[in-house]
């Protein structure tokens, strides 16, 4: 299979598909990679990296959307890529569709299968793509709070670790799960005093024990929202609904009613974002106020690390990518169920229940059975 990777093209994006690495793995099972020139240059990938590892360089994005059987990515295809896919390519990467009917129709349009990375699962009932990438942007969400708590950047000037007598700033935590879980690590470690609200039960007992009480957790309710937001320093909104829009669990109520200078941090903000005042942002221009309170609410936060990014993206996305160039998509995702699950589009049919359900009337599309659109 010929195998391409484009440069990354949104803003401040500068991780890359496929690592020399990675490259190397696709081109000793027998594969052709082609990426194109710089696509890895700003993170210390040269072109000369991937020439070694066995890959050729294509002079434009145009020459490797046109020749490449399956399109390797890291984020969701904008406009004049989407209209570079065409019907029996394969395109491997992050989608985040429900809160994106554009992009939706242009890949509908084009006919190409698209595999998203985001609900791809495991035998556990986990997330393993979606996975390193979680934990990337959980432990940024505080690194970024932090920051803009600083009173030259907006913030109310509050130090999340305080010091000897001065208390700690507060850190809210709006889902259990990995980036939740890994905010809660980095605010516990800067000295925080830190809650994390989750509706599981049996995820709140196992949180308790992975912070040995160290952190509180409660039972998330529309009550336990409204007090603990409202004397949070930093809330981070960590909750998703894999392949869905995002719930919204902090009205503008909420927000009006959190203390001047308080950051919010919406890590939900692929899927449409978790509070009712998000808006997407970028690394160019992450912040902006609404009734005192700043807001991060950058959609690509992995990518202000991309190189770490990068490298413990392509450790989850290889085997499925191997798996996909060694069999043939059709073939690999009918033998394995977890893969077949990261097929959102193929040939014109939405295969992703989610995403009908957030676009379906807007649309006009129904949805398929993974299988039934493969058969």
């Known amino acids: ?16 598909g496929l690592t ?12 052709k990679v ?46 004049q890529e989407c209209k570079q896919l065409s019907r029996g390519q394969t395109l ?18 084009s006919g190409a299968t698209c595999i998203a990375y985001e609900t791809v699962t495991d035998a556990r009932g986990g997330l393993p793509l979606l996975a390193p990438m979680s934990e990337v942007a959980g432990r940024m969400s505080v690194q970024a709070g932090t920051h803009y708590l600083e009173k030259a950047h907006g913030g109310s000037g509050t130090l999340l670790g305080g010091v000897p007598g001065v208390a700690p ?34 995820r709140l007992r196992q949180l308790d024990d992975i912070f040995n009480g160290q952190v509180k957790t409660v039972y998330s309710t529309v009550d336990a929202i409204e007090h ?28 009006a009613n959190m203390k001047k200078g308080s950051v919010v941090v919406d890590v939900a903000i692929d899927q ?49 990518g191997l798996a996909l160039a060694n069999k043939g998509p059709k073939q690999a995702m009918m033998e394995d169920i977890h893969l077949l699950n990261g097929l959102n589009v193929h040939e014109g049919k939405v295969t992703y229940k989610a995403v009908v359900e957030a676009l379906g009337d807007q649309l006009g599309i129904q949805y398929t059975p993974a299988m039934d659109a493969l058969a």
């Open 1 to 16: 299979m010929l195998v391409g990777v484009p440069k990354e093209i949104k803003n401040h994006e500068y991780r890359v």
């Open 20 to 31: 020399p690495a990675a490259v190397k793995e696709f081109v000793m099972h027998g594969h």
């Open 34 to 79: 082609m990426v194109e020139t710089n696509a890895g240059t700003a993170i210390g990938f040269t072109d000369e990296m991937y020439v070694e590892a066995g890959a050729s360089i294509a002079a434009s994005a145009e020459q490797v959307f046109a020749e490449a059987e399956m399109i390797v990515k890291v984020k969701e295809p904008q406009p």
């Open 92 to 109: 491997y990467t992050y989608l985040h569709l429900a809160p994106d009917p554009t992009q939706t129709e242009l890949l509908i349009e």
């Open 169 to 202: 700033g507060k850190v809210l935590v709006i889902g259990g799960g990995v980036v939740g879980t890994q905010a809660a690590k980095m605010a516990l470690g800067l000295g925080a005093d830190v809650t994390i609200l989750d509706r599981s039960l049996p």
């Open 228 to 255: 603990y937001s409202a004397s949070a320093d930093l809330v981070v909104g960590a909750v998703l609904i894999p392949g869905a829009a995002a719930p919204k669990l902090l009205n503008e109520q909420h927000i």
């Open 272 to 320: 449409g974002g978790c509070f009712a005042t998000s808006k997407a942002t970028t690394h160019q221009d992450p912040v902006y106020i609404v009734d005192g309170v700043v807001h991060y609410c950058v959609a690509n936060m992995p990518g202000g690390v991309a190189r770490t990014s990068t490298m413990a993206l392509n450790n989850a996305t290889l085997p499925f």
